[in-house]
């Protein structure tokens, strides 16, 4: 398994923004696709955003409530993926996971993932 690593968090005001990181040690290469989840404390983690490898054309998901506003992006060469937030809101806010995996049960699923960060904290004050 690749071991992920987040980074990037913080507290900002509502329409703010953050760029998140997730560096992956070992090559991502077998992983299909490679996510971002978040988790607001009560709440179960949900799929924010995901990116697939070149040979599934390098698609990328979004989550309705993300979409337009957050950017998913991953440099191979560097190992890291990245999550680019604008116009955040207070809903935004919870624990932000990078996950990697080889897919198959659908981007949104955390049973698509075999290896999670530890997460990064988003707070976003109105």
């Known amino acids: 398994q690749v071991q992920l690593v987040e980074s990037g968090g913080g507290s900002v005001q509502t329409g703010g923004s953050l760029r998140l990181s997730c560096a992956a040690s070992?090559?991502?290469?077998?992983?299909?696709?490679m996510g971002w989840f978040r988790q607001a404390p009560g709440e179960q983690r949900e799929g924010v955003a995901a990116?697939?490898?070149?040979?599934?054309?390098?698609?990328?998901y979004y989550a309705d409530s993300v979409q337009g506003r957050f950017n998913i992006s991953r440099d191979t060469a560097k190992n890291v993926l990245y999550l680019q937030l604008n116009s955040l809101k207070p809903e935004d806010a919870g624990v932000y996971y990078c996950?990697?995996?080889?897919?198959?049960?659908?981007?949104?699923?955390?049973?698509?993932?075999?290896?999670w960060g530890p997460g990064t904290q988003v707070s976003v004050s109105s």
């Open positions: 996950a990697a995996g080889r897919g198959g049960l659908g981007w949104w699923s955390v049973e698509s993932y075999s290896s």
């Open positions: 070992g090559s991502i290469v077998n992983n299909n696709v």
């Open positions: 990116s697939y490898s070149d040979r599934y054309y390098g698609t990328k």
